[in-house]
């Protein structure tokens, strides 16, 4: 059966250092692969998107960015972090295709930054 | 906005009631999903309708669809407490290529 994993489960950083979010997806090959942000009580910003190794799809601009080095690895990343950064931050991963198959998502990394 | 609009935004019933839950949404969608999240976790995956359907069932849940009417709602019923949850709705179309999530629907189920 897949199963998806993020680390850490929670962070605490102050603002302008490094992030760096972990996802990884067992027992599936070629998923697409999601990065979404979710503000307390709110719902789901969909911020990076990937069909394949290398390919990023980027929705929101700002200071985050994303990499796909392995079929099955998706990082979220950041050079220096903002306040507005602080969030409920999901990966997610689909059945290859068009993205219309149902997304199963991780535990979610809890981001507090201060 | 291919984006579900879910109404209302919090509902409180007591356990044994039924719980019913709208979405609307602007574009044509291939399908319509809905989600439920607890407290501080990932979404879960609850049922998905495809726009050639009126009507689906899993369990307690009843899902329907209007496409004439751009609109969705599930049903939950016999609540139980640990029905407490955020449900979203989330349209599907190929022009988007892409899930969108509305602000979802907050139920808390008293016991």
């Known amino acids: 059966s897949q199963t998806i994993h993020q680390w850490p489960a929670t962070l605490v950083q102050p603002v302008g250092s490094p992030l760096s979010l972990e996802c990884t997806v067992e027992?599936?090959?070629?998923?697409?692969l999601y990065w979404y942000r979710q503000a307390a009580g709110r719902g789901l910003q969909l911020l990076f998107y990937?069909?394949?190794?290398?390919?990023i799809s980027s929705e929101v601009p700002q200071n985050l960015s994303a990499s796909r080095p392995q079929d099955r690895q998706f990082i979220l990343s950041s050079k220096k972090l903002l306040l507005s950064d602080s969030g409920f931050y999901l990966c997610a991963w689909s059945a290859t295709g068009h993205g219309s198959y149902e997304q199963y998502f991780g535990p979610g990394t809890r981001l507090t930054v201060t | 906005s291919q984006q579900g609009e879910e109404d209302p935004q919090a509902l409180s019933i007591q356990e044994g009631e039924n719980a019913t839950m709208n979405c609307s949404y602007k574009?044509?969608?291939?399908?319509l999903q809905w989600y439920r999240q607890n407290s501080g976790r990932g979404l879960v995956h609850l049922i998905l309708i495809r726009s050639n359907e009126r009507e689906k069932h899993s369990g307690r849940l009843r899902v329907t669809l209007d496409t004439s009417k751009k609109s969705s709602s599930l049903l939950i019923t016999a609540s139980r407490a640990a029905d407490t949850a955020s449900y979203f709705c989330a349209p599907y179309s190929t022009s988007g290529s892409r899930l969108t999530f509305g602000e979802g629907t907050q139920l808390t189920v008293n016991p």
């Open positions: 027992g599936t090959s070629n998923p697409n």
């Open positions: 574009t044509s969608i291939n399908n």
């Open positions: 990937s069909v394949g190794i290398g390919q």
